[in-house]
């Protein structure tokens, strides 16, 4: 198997998947302006939608899209219990929380990354993103992850969003649930050497 990603976008997400799962796997950094890949491959010509990630996997197949991606990781490794069993309730919620990750916060932070994107539609964004942010603080409250009581593939889509918040001077601070989530999620093993390999934190 095989992980195209680029370092701190999304991709990082089913890396954390991967590293959480305990599966054997290879990585290879895509450069999103020039769509090559680090072995001089033409990235278009493996994700014709030419963004990260992209899972190769053993016979062939290429599965794009990070919760589809994640949950595959998830149903290869059940013994970790990163989702729920298809089919159940849980699995649902689950779904509907990466769906939420998706397209509210993911997408969400869409035009802050646009170098051409004004400063005060960026104002309004961050508005937008601030009462997301709220409603997940809230839906946080007593809880130690997503769904509960167990890290799910759902922690580590958040985690991974959330992260870009130090990228455009957001301070979750004052969403003390948030805070907190974001420092249990980030001290875990599987989490920590996803970042280290892709450079995003110093190797201990």
Same mark, same amino acid.
């Given at each position: 198997m095989k992980l195209y990603y680029a370092p701190g976008a999304c991709s990082l997400s089913p890396h954390i998947a991967l590293?959480?799962?305990?599966?054997?796997? *290879? &990585?290879?950094?895509?450069?999103n302006k020039t769509k090559r890949t680090e072995r001089g491959q033409n990235y278009l010509a493996i994700n014709p939608k030419g963004v990260v990630p992209a899972l190769a996997l053993d016979d062939g197949e290429i599965l794009t899209e990070g919760s589809a991606i994640v949950q595959l990781i998830a149903d290869m490794a059940p013994a970790k219990k990163l989702a729920p069993p298809a089919g159940t309730m849980e699995r649902y919620?689950?779904?509907?929380?990466?769906?939420?990750?998706?397209? *509210? &916060?993911?997408?969400?932070?869409g035009p802050l990354w646009k170098p051409n994107v004004l400063e005060d539609y960026k104002k309004t964004v961050k508005e937008t993103l601030a009462k997301q942010f709220a409603f997940t603080d809230e839906r946080l409250?007593?809880?130690?992850?997503v769904m509960g009581d167990t890290f799910t593939i759902a922690d580590g889509y958040l985690f991974t969003i959330l992260n870009w918040s130090k990228f455009?001077?957001?301070?979750?601070s004052p969403y003390q649930n948030l805070s907190a989530?974001?420092?249990?999620?980030a001290a875990r093993s599987g989490v920590q050497k996803a970042m280290q390999a892709e450079g995003l934190i110093e190797t201990a």
């Open positions: 590293r959480e799962a305990g599966l054997s796997f *290879e &990585l290879e950094r895509v450069d919620r689950l779904q509907e929380w990466l769906n939420y990750i998706a397209t *509210e &916060l993911h997408k969400g932070f409250a007593g809880r130690g992850y455009h001077n957001i301070d979750l989530f974001m420092q249990r999620i």
